[in-house]
């Protein structure tokens, strides 16, 4: 299996601030990695698809990078509604796993 | 616009069996791949599986013993059945259409709360 490890954990930031998620996968998986948005009582929301391919109605300010086993999740000019939990998910394999999600604050 | 809606008891007893189904609106369930994905409270996503309008189907390893998918095209419904449920089991779960020729989880249900307690 597997396994995406996320970091940080945990990232509280002010508007307007630059985040960056990197997502690290235990094996190669070409591009075939996704990234979500999750908020509060939510189902998780499609940002990117195969690393870098921003998925329609997606804010430009979301942007992914990566291939292999190093990837990222880059926002800028970060919104107050940006306040939510990323997480990474992987089809290179089965079966399909997802990282542990990292924590975005709003200051 | 695609809409799913899960429905099924949030209440299960240990050993007993978890039965969920997806309902699909604004959209054929036919042609497409239907995913099944649940997250433990205050955790991560787990992947369980998905199936097929055809009825194939691809089980997360880890639960493929206990697990079960099936298809009603007549109803534009998918189902799942979990048997031997744990508290381990205890999660919101969700149901997911996967995009088309991609296999991404695109649309995704609002999720229901399902406890496993006696």
């Known amino acids: 299996e597997i396994v995406l490890t996320q970091s940080p954990d945990f990232q509280s930031v002010t508007p307007k601030e630059k985040v960056t998620i990197t997502c690290r996968a235990s094996r190669g998986i070409a591009s075939s990695l996704h990234w979500y948005q999750q908020k509060p009582d939510q189902s998780p929301k499609l940002l990117i698809k195969?690393?870098?391919q921003s998925f329609s109605g997606v804010p430009s300010r979301f942007s992914g990078s990566g291939s292999g086993t190093d990837f990222t999740l880059t926002i800028n000019d970060l919104e107050v509604e940006d306040a939510a939990t990323y997480f990474c998910h992987q089809t290179d394999s089965f079966p399909w796993t997802f990282g542990q999600g990292t924590r975005v604050e709003i200051k | 616009q695609v809409q799913l809606q899960e429905s099924g008891p949030g209440l299960v007893k240990p050993s007993e069996t978890l039965s969920l189904t997806c309902t699909v609106s604004g959209g054929s369930i036919i042609n497409y791949y239907w995913n099944w994905i649940r997250q433990p409270p205050g955790r991560g996503l787990e992947w369980i599986g998905y199936?097929?309008?055809?009825?194939?189907?691809n089980y997360n390893p880890s639960l493929k013993s206990r697990l079960t998918m099936s298809v009603d095209t007549s109803k534009n419904q998918f189902s799942l059945k979990l048997t031997s449920v744990t508290a381990a089991d205890t999660a919101v779960y969700y149901c997911a259409r996967l995009r088309l020729g991609e296999m991404i989880p695109e649309y995704w249900g609002q999720g229901t709360l399902v406890s496993v307690s006696s």
């Open positions: 195969f690393a870098s």
């Open positions: 199936i097929y309008s055809s009825g194939n189907s």
